[in-house]
């Protein structure tokens, strides 16, 4: 609506009022304007950009569900009808049946509990062998073409029985030791078991002396040089393998380590590693250091102050504060080691290690090259020299018990069967080993090893070594026993080789009453040479 001077005119919407003004109609023309183009600019490679951003840890959590165990057992049944009839037995008849058999049943289970029948009857799970036999021979090519001047110096099988190592070193040494020599370590039991390839090589400054494995380790291995460091090595480390080395003290070695052996200490209930060494000090290693020092220390000497040089050591089975060394002169000395002697890392070098010294055994009038203990009796041990003689002892005596001349030569090593209580084999500089079984013979070898690998029994030899060939070329160095197969032995000639024998069956397995036969022989000679003194 539009109100105009008071009057009102109402308009369709729809339809447009006669006074407004009409537009003209519009015309459309073509025109030719300027031509407009647009470029593309797409890049050949889009650019990125990489961004870190730091998130909390993720937790992962595993979380065991617990279940019933079953089990599935299948029995064999008849088929068929069950009669319980056929299953009724009268009582009766079996009571009288019993009253019956007991008498003559009763009698005969008395009687085999008292019987002798089978006392000496053993159950062979093997095939029996008559005599020992050389299995192998090892040898390694050190590729510096100096083959012949090293030689095997020690010998040790670790805790499983499985894998040997051995130690080469030279002996023409006129001075300070210069020399790059190796450890090498053969499985026996892998597929792929090379005489001549072994399974790892260590390296070391120095010639080894002694070699020792841990006794419940199987891969720690501790040996000693000519210079008088110490390694202890892991051989299952394929890359630097070597744990710790000692070094430079006044404290410590200056001179050859001829012996390495891991002593149980039953208080801390641990090993400790004990070295002696031709500079007369007998040295305790802790495992759990770096061998930078050490726990306890010994220095051998004579009334006058001279230093005594040891060559050689063994501890009991039992007692490990009682230890017997072997001197250069040829001196056996009874020791005995107190626990509460202890050093400390701050001690000075000025401290005074005691002389561990009680009394003196029967000497021998060579050096000493080997002495041990017998893992089977507390005070018995084996000692043998450059005098030919091999000895036994009692711990309470001071005369050998028993002693042998096996040959005209020599004796470089001596080992106690670690499954014979009677057994013990030494080696020889004429090449032969000889392996001696109390219970058989008490004074000739029974089986004798020759640098050829021929087996000569005691039956064949009739007391004569006129007969066997010898080889000083070939003499034997070391010789240690399997401490799990039971039939294993190895020992090392000067040549570089190292035989792997198998010992009879009468040689690796135990014998009745051995131990206490043992027991009696000793004391049954030591009887005899005090009735001999009196």
Not at 200 to 220: I, K, Q
Not at 356 to 363: I, M, R, Y
Request: hydrophobic content about 35%; charged content about 20%.
């Amino acid at each position: 609506q539009r109100r105009d001077m008071g009057q009102s005119e109402s308009i369709h919407p729809f339809k447009m009022s006669s006074k407004q003004p009409v537009a003209p109609p519009c015309v459309f023309s073509d025109e030719d304007g300027e031509l407009l183009v647009l470029r593309s600019h797409v890049t050949s490679s889009a650019t990125t950009c990489d961004k870190d951003i730091q998130t909390r840890n993720i937790k992962h959590i595993e979380n065991g569900t617990q279940m019933n165990m079953k089990n599935e057992v299948e029995t064999q049944t008849e088929t068929g009808d069950i009669n319980p009839k056929a299953y009724e037995v009268a009582d009766e008849e079996v009571a009288e049946f019993l009253r019956n058999v007991y008498p003559a049943l009763s009698h005969q289970l008395q009687r085999n509990t008292i019987t002798h029948a089978f006392d000496d009857y053993t159950v062979q799970w093997e095939e029996e062998r008559d005599s020992s036999c050389c299995l192998h021979s090892l040898k390694y090519r050190h590729g510096t073409g100096e083959e012949e001047a090293f030689a095997p110096m020690g010998l040790t099988w670790n805790s499983t029985g499985a894998i040997l190592a051995v130690g080469y070193g030279r002996r023409d040494h006129k001075g300070w030791c210069s020399h790059s020599a190796v450890v090498c370590c053969w499985n026996l039991f892998r597929r792929d078991f090379d005489v001549s390839k072994p399974t790892a090589v260590l390296e070391c400054m120095g010639c080894l002396t002694s070699l020792a494995f841990h006794p419940d380790r199987p891969s720690l291995l501790a040996g000693a040089t000519f210079n008088g460091e110490v390694y202890v090595w892991d051989i299952s480390r394929s890359e630097d393998p070597v744990l710790s080395c000692s070094g430079a003290s006044d404290l410590f070695h200056r001179e050859a380590v001829h012996q390495t052996l891991w002593v149980s200490d039953t208080i801390e209930r641990t090993y400790h590693l004990a070295t002696a060494s031709v500079d007369g000090k007998l040295l305790f290693w802790p495992l759990d250091q770096r061998l930078d020092h050490i726990t306890r220390g010994f220095l051998f000497s004579t009334s006058k102050g001279n230093v005594t040089g040891v060559t050689c050591g063994s501890f009991s089975c039992e007692d490990r504060s009682a230890c017997v060394v072997g001197s250069e002169g040829g001196l056996l000395l009874k020791c005995f080691l107190p626990m509460e002697t202890k050093h400390s890392k701050q001690d000075k070098a000025d401290v005074l290690l005691p002389n561990p010294t009680v009394f003196q055994f029967e000497p021998h009038l060579g050096p000493v090259q080997a002495l041990e203990f017998s893992p089977f009796h507390r005070n018995v041990f084996l000692s043998c020299s450059t005098d030919g003689f091999v000895r036994l002892f009692h711990m309470f005596q001071t005369k050998s018990v028993m002693s042998w001349e096996p040959c005209e030569g020599s004796l470089s090593c001596v080992a106690w069967s670690r499954m014979r209580a009677c057994v013990f084999a030494a080696g020889a500089s004429d090449g032969a080993l000889y392996i001696y079984d109390l219970m058989q013979n008490r004074h000739v070898p029974v089986t004798t090893l020759t640098a050829d690998n021929r087996s000569v029994s005691y039956l064949d030899q009739a007391g004569s070594m006129e007969n066997l060939s010898t080889d000083s070329r070939r003499a034997v160095t070391a010789v240690a026993f399997n401490p799990k197969q039971r039939d294993f032995v190895a020992a090392a000639d000067a040549s570089g080789r190292i035989r792997i024998i198998q010992l009879s069956y009468r040689l690796s397995n135990v014998q009745t009453d051995e131990l206490p036969l043992l027991d009696a022989m000793v004391d049954e000679m030591s009887q005899e040479h005090l009735a001999d003194v009196e």
